[in-house]
């Protein structure tokens, strides 16, 4: 007769493998929904153009058959793939706060620039790329990196220092921590984000 072995609660790495999954497929969702909605409402803008020339004449009417079939148009330019450059791993200890435990976050980061010629450029940046991403994260505790919207923040703060670092001006004051300015970084990317 074969021994029983007790079933063990799941590791914290686990959980946070789920939770990391977890906040992956709700960003890509969130990025689908932006992409349609902007679709849509250009679609609109385009559709209220030219409706408000044709208001004053009479309307034209077609049969069904010879109706255009409806097009989508996207922000993105679907027809040339995203060019991402990958980042070595990132281990940073974060600042503990008094009477706290010191924690650690481990983090692969990818980045999306607009084309090949920015991507390669980036490589002869790379220490000083990797310098101002180490000091965004070591100014970070373990109450900044753990709650559901902490990711989108350390990104947006990232993609700004980046881009300043790189001649894009600050935004105003006032301007929200999302709206990042336009440069030639478009997008910081966590493929991995593990606290400890």
Same mark, same amino acid.
């Given at each position: 007769?074969?021994?029983?072995? $007790?079933?063990?609660?799941? =590791?914290? #790495?686990?959980?946070? +493998? !789920?939770?990391?999954?977890?906040?992956? %497929?709700?960003?890509?969702?969130?990025?689908?929904?932006?992409?349609?909605?902007?679709?849509?409402?250009?679609?609109?803008?385009?559709?209220?153009?030219?409706?408000?020339?044709?208001?004053?004449?009479?309307?034209?009417?077609?049969?069904?058959?010879?109706? $255009?079939?409806?097009?989508? =148009?996207? #922000?993105?330019?679907? +027809? !040339?793939?995203?060019?991402?450059?990958? %980042?070595?791993?990132?281990?940073?200890?974060?600042?503990?706060?008094?009477?706290?435990?010191?924690?650690?976050?481990?983090?692969?980061?990818?980045?999306?620039?607009?084309?090949?010629?920015?991507?390669?450029?980036?490589?002869?940046?790379?220490?000083?790329?990797?310098?101002?991403?180490?000091?965004?994260?070591?100014?970070?505790?373990?109450?900044?990196?753990?709650?559901?919207?902490?990711?989108?923040?350390?990104?947006?703060?990232?993609?700004?220092?980046?881009?300043?670092?790189?001649?894009?001006?600050?935004?105003?004051?006032?301007?929200?921590?999302?709206?990042?300015?336009?440069?030639?970084?478009?997008?910081?990317?966590?493929?991995?984000?593990?606290?400890?």
């Amino acid at each position: 007769m074969a021994a029983e072995t $007790p079933v063990s609660a799941p =590791t914290p #790495a686990k959980r946070s +493998s !789920k939770l990391l999954l977890i906040i992956l %497929l709700v960003a890509v969702l969130i990025l689908i929904l932006t992409v349609i909605g902007v679709g849509a409402l250009l679609m609109m803008k385009k559709g209220a153009g030219g409706n408000a020339a044709a208001s004053h004449e009479a309307p034209a009417v077609s049969p069904p058959s010879a109706a $255009p079939a409806p097009t989508f =148009t996207s #922000a993105v330019d679907l +027809s !040339k793939p995203p060019i991402f450059v990958q %980042l070595d791993p990132f281990t940073v200890n974060l600042r503990a706060r008094e009477n706290e435990d010191n924690h650690y976050l481990q983090t692969d980061i990818s980045l999306r620039v607009s084309d090949q010629k920015t991507a390669e450029a980036l490589k002869g940046w790379m220490p000083e790329i990797r310098n101002r991403i180490n000091l965004i994260l070591t100014s970070k505790t373990l109450q900044d990196v753990q709650d559901d919207m902490s990711h989108e923040t350390v990104q947006n703060e990232i993609l700004r220092g980046l881009n300043t670092m790189f001649g894009v001006p600050h935004p105003p004051p006032g301007t929200p921590e999302t709206q990042a300015p336009l440069g030639p970084v478009q997008g910081v990317l966590f493929i991995s984000f593990i606290v400890q």
